[in-house]
């Protein structure tokens, strides 16, 4: 794949369909010929500011039709989007964009009020600003080499600080032709995305729409009302959901039934609990149940709707371009049942971490990515994911990661030991609990505030318990497991 070419994805697409709907945004509607023309403009404004190609750009915008010209802007010109996550703090955003060496910043209006006064480094411009400026020709890349860099972003890692996975546009293509191999495609098909841009399980989406010639909804939040509404009045055939989105889709449906023309809701974020899948079955609704990361550029794993209750908690089998193992830790492949490492590989998977040459081999070996999550494969070959990332925690399809609390959490001169786990939530699946191991005397008010400066507000510790000391093992290793059974312990004395 090293050599290998394509044209500038949005340019062949604009040629290939200029009349076909890009996009749907609110009131707004444009064509793949419309979004091309006002990205070649965003690219020549882009490149009148100064940005050039192979540059690393922050990108910090919403779900928004100017984010999609804007990433495609950059595509056109080979800049490098390093795509942020708008819930973080001033303080994780600053550690990204040092860490992704960012030349640039393109954020939103409102965010500039953020204080990211540290950033006299990094040239920053708002939305509005990049739109006031004179465009220059931009000079376009008419191909793109698979093995490029398109787009960094970042994901936590259960030790340390957050790792820029490097997704390259062999990567997007291939996923794109696995997602289509997978859900097949149809010329009617209509895509909904309401979940955010920055995550892979929205920018897939727009990749998949370039490539496809695929018209996307984009709204620029969930909104269930507005969700069945769009979905029978824009003929929408598959949405990207999370296990509290489709919930709340089937609970607000009540008596009705989703339009005859969908086909299907790709589910991610964990496994689904029976219930929901029932309620499904019953309104007719497919579910498409998925194991993927940022490093496989969205899904790699999936489960077909007509296993999704004989294969229940089965994440499924990998994509036509993919290949997945199960790995014990002296490096046999495990049997039938047994549990071990997952592995997977494919044309989808990321090369490597962004400056991370020694994480990048502690974690692919001969192309494998060993994901550090623990699971299964059964007689046919289905997985069953037991521990995602050992002690991650889902909280309504948001990925938090205990370590990463607990470091803000140590900061605090009153803490002297910490630790985080996931606790069971009727909104949104999980929320975090912490322990805390006192020097002094210290609220849970104080240490609520002392996050808030620190952590993106889904990450918030929602349970704070004071304890003499946490559990460890014979290496003094945080035994979070035993974490989790303290605050069973605890409910149930209480009741």
């Known amino acids: 794949m090293q050599n290998e ?52 750009v922050g990108v910090l915008l919403k779900n ?97 600080n957050p790792k820029g996975v490097i997704q390259t546009y062999g990567n997007h293509w ?45 709204h620029d939040h969930f909104d269930v009302e507005r969700t069945i509404e769009d979905i029978q009045t824009k003929k929408v055939t598959i949405m990207s959901v999370v296990g509290t989105m489709l919930t709340r889709i089937v609970d607000a449906l009540r008596e009705r039934r989703l339009a005859n023309h969908f086909r299907c809701m790709l589910l991610g974020g964990g496994p689904a609990p029976l219930p929901l899948l029932k309620a499904c079955v019953d309104k007719e609704i497919p579910v498409f149940q998925t194991y993927g990361m940022t490093e496989s550029s969205s899904q790699i794993v999936t489960l077909s709707p007509e296993y999704s209750l004989t294969k229940l908690g089965s994440a499924g089998k990998p994509l036509f371009p993919a290949e997945l193992k199960i790995v014990h830790d002296d490096g046999r492949a495990a049997t039938a049942g047994e549990a071990g490492e997952i592995a997977v590989k494919g044309p989808n998977v990321t090369p490597g971490y962004l400056y991370r040459p020694e994480v990048t081999n502690e974690k692919i070996h001969d192309g494998w990515l060993y994901t550090g999550d623990i699971g299964y494969l059964d007689e046919e070959g289905f997985l069953y994911v037991i521990d995602r990332r050992s002690d991650l925690i889902i909280s309504g399809g948001e990925n938090i990661y205990p370590a990463e609390v607990e470091a803000v959490l140590l900061a605090h001169p009153a803490v002297k030991e910490a630790g985080v786990t996931g606790i069971d939530d009727a909104k949104w699946g999980q929320v975090p609990a912490a322990f805390i191991v006192k020097r002094e005397e210290v609220t849970v008010d104080d240490l609520q505030q002392f996050c808030l400066t620190q952590l993106a507000k889904y990450k918030m510790p929602k349970v704070f318990y004071f304890t003499e000391k946490l559990p460890r093992n014979a290496a003094k290793k945080l035994l979070r497991r035993e974490l989790r059974e303290w605050v069973a312990d605890h409910e149930n004395s209480q009741d």
């Open 5 to 56: 070419t394509m044209p500038n994805f949005l340019k062949k697409r604009a040629f290939l369909t200029p009349d076909r709907t890009a996009v749907f945004f609110q009131d707004q509607t444009l064509t793949f010929k419309e979004l091309y023309n006002r990205s070649l403009k965003t690219a020549g404004q882009v490149q009148a500011s100064g940005v050039q190609k192979d540059q690393f």
């Open 64 to 160: 928004h039709l100017d984010t999609v010209v804007i990433l495609f802007a950059l595509q056109l010109i080979g800049v490098k989007a390093v795509i942020l996550n708008s819930r973080l703090t001033a303080v994780e955003l600053l550690w990204q964009l040092n860490d992704a060496k960012a030349s640039f910043l393109i954020l939103e209006d409102e965010f500039a009020e953020m204080e990211l006064a540290q950033l006299a480094s990094i040239k920053t411009f708002t939305k509005e600003c990049l739109y006031e400026i004179i465009p220059v020709k931009p000079t376009i890349k008419d191909e793109v080499s698979l093995s490029d860099i398109c787009t960094i972003m970042y994901t936590s890692g259960t030790t340390g």
């Open 174 to 218: 291939w996923s794109s032709v696995g997602s289509a191999l997978n859900l097949g495609f149809m010329e009617t098909d209509c895509w909904l995305c309401t979940v955010p841009l920055f995550h892979i399980s929205g920018f897939s989406i727009l990749m998949r729409s370039v490539i496809y010639g695929m018209p996307i909804v984009l």
